[in-house]
């Protein structure tokens, strides 16, 4: 007999069992190892595939990052560091791409690499070059001629590496301070829609373009879009494209949808995590010493803590974001004439990943006819780019 | 040859064991059969909660829904059947939330969205698998994306107490998220903020 009950009551036995398959396969997920060990002359780093993967080296400043191109997930597994010349290792996750991290005691050396296929290992020799005379050491006191500078900003590409994915690290190591703007959604992705047929994603835009000029015209900043026209770009690559160009803001600009008829105003989001309380009690740590993110962890933290870091790297600013988003709100209440309904925290998916200050804007409500009305108006979008402008400026004195 | 032949006493016992065999027979196959229709005719628990002959006992829990008032989400008490596990209460829950208020709050689910499934791990994690519809029909925004996350993982953690986070899944897979806004890759955590006082 077969009653719809019999087959309904089938279902959570599968389900389960296709669950508990899944936990044994996460087990047993690949593993990455790497370690050091210390030879005459120089330092040698082994990094062990579990499966062979596309990579390529860069070296910036004391850093030698591994990229790594991987189609599945894998784990990785650092040893204890006891070299006298490699400090950490440490790792970041974005989309298909794994970047291990090898951090030296000193950005002058010279990695050379080679591969032992069998093995399926990469082993990186790193060289110590001569210490550099004392006046180039101190580069405030005597400026350099331009090419040298130049030399020393752009590495030569390491052996066997491929171009530097890292974009916009040039534009930062010269000094030039990066802040992202970000258009909410895009292409087929149109978000929210109005009762006139007004689309959130043309009114983000209109409002982001208008906010670029306004800190172009006024500011020493370099703005980057994540879109400049109507396109489709994933909400990681947003966060990927403010941590590529070392951005020190990352602003993105949404106008709010609500199930009720009459919600209307203006608020700003910065990140919430969702996590329980044990491992916000872990975050809280690295937020109160983010200086932790500049240089990569000790050792002994290797694993998963710094899956969180490039998972959540929101979660070591959100005291910044927190201020940054008190000040935009501040200023869309003087400018907007909306109502105020504050800043709010919420696990926003564009924030995970940015790591830098980061707040979401909600300029006000498409779904709200009245103020869909508004968001099309050229004067109201000005208003906006002219209200977050203001807040950056405020924000930015207070930066060192 | 000797044929052997059957007294009539013998046909007498034949004859009422046979009959014996088989009215023991149809009363053991109605029996089974009886029991069988009556377990494919229990009705599922959700589409008839308040019947109170029900053989298990019934318990009430406030379901949260978003309100024309304010951007809080208010209880509503609703009553569901007893048991048998945390899951299978947590289930009628979420079915009653996509069935929407009774006292005219806003339904913060598409009313086409099914749940597809809905488990509880060890650790406290309540994985709520629901049909595209939740996607598909939903407007998008960040406070329409808020009211619907919400009001399930708040309602599932306000009357569950083992339920400490809750993963939205939709069509039985991960999604980023449901309009662009919050981010469903990873299990929330609920925002008592959120509830009217």
Known sequence: MRGPNKTSAKHPACFCLLFLSLISLAAAQPTLKVSAEDHDDYSRVVLTFPSSFPYALEKDGPLLLVRVSATSSFRLKAEPVKSRFIKSFSWAKSNDLYIVIIETRNERFRPESFEIAKKRQLVIDFYELAEPPPNEAAPAETPRPPADEEKREEPPPAPGGAAPLVEGSAAAARGIRTIVIDPGHGGLEVGARGKFGTLEKDVTLAIALKLKALVEKNLAFNVVLTRDRDLDVSLENRAAMANNHRAELFISIHANSSLRRNANGSETFFLSLNATDEEARRLAYLENNSAELEKPLAPENEGDIQMILWDLAQAAYLKQSQRLAEIIQDELNVLLNTKDRGIKQAPFKVLTGVACPAVLVESAFISNPEEERSLVREAFQENVAQAIYRGLVRYIKLLP | ?197
């Open chain 2, 1 to 197: 040859m000797k044929k052997r032949k059957i007294t009539p006493s013998q046909w007498t016992l034949l004859g009422l064991s046979l009959i014996t065999i088989l009215v023991l027979a149809a009363v053991l196959f109605r029996g089974a059969g009886g029991e069988k229709i009556k377990a494919g005719a229990a009705p599922p628990p959700s589409e008839a909660p308040a019947e109170p002959a029900a053989a298990r006992p019934t318990k009430t829990i406030n379901l949260l829904f978003p309100s024309e008032e304010d951007s809080l989400l208010h209880p509503e008490p609703r009553e569901i059947l007893a048991g048998p596990s945390i899951g299978e209460e947590a289930k009628q829950a979420v079915q009653e939330l996509i069935r929407g208020s009774g006292k005219g709050y806003i339904s913060p689910l598409p009313p086409e969205t099914k749940l597809r499934q809905l488990f509880v791990t060890k650790e406290g994690v309540a994985y709520v698998d629901l049909s595209r519809e939740v996607m598909d029909k939903h407007p998008s925004g960040s406070s329409a994306e808020l009211a619907t996350v919400y009001s399930i993982v708040n309602t599932l953690a306000v009357n569950f107490k083992p339920i400490k986070k809750v993963f939205i899944l939709v069509e039985g897979s991960e999604k980023e998220t449901l309009g662009g806004h919050l981010n469903l890759s990873e299990p929330f955590v609920p925002l008592p903020s959120l509830n009217a006082r």
